[in-house]
């Protein structure tokens, strides 16, 4: 059967003045997550979406949810995120005092755990987590800030993952400065999941997406 790569859209990037229109012509394109960035200020300079934007997406479509938690122990606030409606919750290791717990707390809760990687994290550093995860969010930009340039560094570090995704049966995103011509080159190294913001927002949606897409037949 073959593969299609799947796009989350960031909720960041959308026009939050029309959370309802934004959300409702990309569910009828048929996107399958919609990514939501949640951030504290503290583990991140910024603060991003809280649980009220994530009550209007989930109000608003029946597209899973990806929620990203750039926040200090959250540990704290797994129940919470869960009852939110998240499909997948993601976690960074360096902000959790016990990742493996919260891991575990998440799965238990019937939702896929995920781990983020910031750039400057190295696999060794978290590569004890990755048997515990279906999900693991590979950041191409550093976290806190939409509309960033995707950072070439990152690429190595995306193939390695790419192999032991293969290995350990999750699924690998990247997140940061994701365009069609990136997601085709990605795709190669065992990317399945794609986070996309301005390149998808400022552009046709579904031509877009099409393209993306369009890596699955080129195979």
């Known amino acids: 059967m073959m593969t299609m790569p799947k796009i989350h859209p960031s909720i960041l990037c959308a026009n939050h003045g029309d959370i309802k229109g934004e959300v409702e012509k990309l569910t009828a394109v048929g996107v399958d997550y919609f990514h939501i960035d949640v951030m504290d200020g503290n583990f991140v300079p910024n603060f991003g979406c809280g649980t009220e934007i994530i009550k209007a997406v989930k109000n608003y479509t029946d597209i899973p949810l990806d929620v990203h938690l750039m926040i200090e122990n959250p540990a704290r606030h797994v129940d919470l995120f869960c009852d939110l409606g998240a499909a997948i919750l993601t976690i960074h290791p360096e902000a959790d005092k016990q990742p493996a717990r919260t891991l575990a707390a998440i799965k238990e809760r019937g939702v896929i755990p995920g781990i983020a990687i910031k750039p400057d994290t ?4 978290v590569k004890e987590f990755l048997p515990l995860c279906g999900y693991v969010l590979a950041m191409t930009v550093n976290p806190g800030y939409g509309g960033q340039s995707f950072l070439e560094s990152t690429v190595d570090k995306i193939k390695n993952l790419g192999i032991l995704a293969q290995e350990y049966g999750f699924a690998l995103c990247v997140d940061g400065g994701i365009n069609a011509q990136l997601a085709h080159r990605l795709w190669e190294y065992g990317v399945t999941n794609f986070v996309m913001g301005n390149a998808l927002f400022k552009g046709n949606y ?12 080129a195979e």
């Open 122 to 125: 190295s696999i060794e550093d």
């Open 206 to 217: 579904l031509e877009v997406m099409n393209e993306v897409r369009a890596v699955s037949s």
